[in-house]
């Protein structure tokens, strides 16, 4: 079954960096569009960005594009998010997603990580 | 980019009733929105893609409609495991997606 687990959050301190990491199992990870979405606490979700199947490609939402930045590593079956230039802003729970369509880009996210929650502060 | 408006943001209902919660997005998504429901603590899960596919495993309590710009996600029969967030997902682009504001659905 298909399996995605996010690791890599924690408390970080404004302007400092932070790298997350999702290990997918359970489908051919090298084949398909990888998505990372995120939470506020208490807020709806917010899509952060995509990356496609072969890493050729690489999408960001206005609010995270020149400071995120998404990456794969297809023989670990491996999804990052690193993130700089952190802010309070940023603090979220963070959530990896797979897209639907084999060796496409678009499309909707039809499994989901647990989330790993990241929280921005001094 | 594609702005989704998503009504209404709370929605108090009993166990058995109707529940219908819409999505509006600024410009035509040609069928490409998704709905999922979230509880609390736990990720999004998938309910119903390409606007009216139900997802293997969802109720058929769960329907969607709609084209163009209006969506609709129904439970015809809202039972006590359905009190949750639902959120529609607008993925007709490949470089950008969007999800509405989420509807709670509480216990009147």
């Known amino acids: 079954q298909v399996q995605l687990v996010e690791s890599g959050g924690g408390v970080v301190q404004p302007g400092r960096s932070l790298r997350l990491s999702c290990a997918a199992s359970?489908?051919?990870?090298?084949?398909?569009?990888m998505h990372w979405v995120r939470q506020a606490p208490g807020k709806g979700l917010e899509w952060v960005a995509v990356i496609s199947y072969d890493g050729s490609s690489r999408h960001y939402g206005d609010s995270v594009r020149g400071r995120f930045t998404i990456s794969r590593d297809n023989s670990k079956n491996t999804l990052y998010l690193q993130m700089d230039s952190l802010s309070a802003d940023d603090t979220a729970v963070y959530y990896c997603?797979?897209?639907?369509?084999?060796?496409?880009?678009?499309?909707?996210?039809?499994?989901w990580g647990q989330g790993t929650l990241v929280t921005v502060s001094s | 980019d594609i702005q989704m408006t998503q009504s209404p943001s709370t929605l108090s209902a009993s166990v058995g009733d109707r529940v219908t919660i819409t999505c509006r997005a600024s410009?035509?998504?040609?069928?490409?929105l998704a709905w999922y429901q979230q509880k609390a603590g736990k990720a999004p899960k998938l309910l119903i893609y390409k606007t009216s596919s139900l997802e293997s495993g969802v109720p058929s309590r769960f329907s969607g409609s709609g084209s163009g710009t209006e969506f609709t996600l129904t439970i015809s029969s809202l039972q006590p495991d359905d009190f949750a967030t639902y959120y529609c997902?607008?993925?007709?682009?490949?470089?950008?997606?969007?999800f509405g504001q989420g509807t709670k659905v509480e216990i009147k």
């Open positions: 410009q035509s998504l040609n069928s490409w």
């Open positions: 359970g489908f051919t990870f090298s084949t398909y569009a």
């Open positions: 997603a797979k897209g639907d369509w084999e060796r496409g880009l678009t499309g909707y996210f039809d499994y």
């Open positions: 997902l607008q993925y007709n682009t490949y470089s950008q997606w969007t």
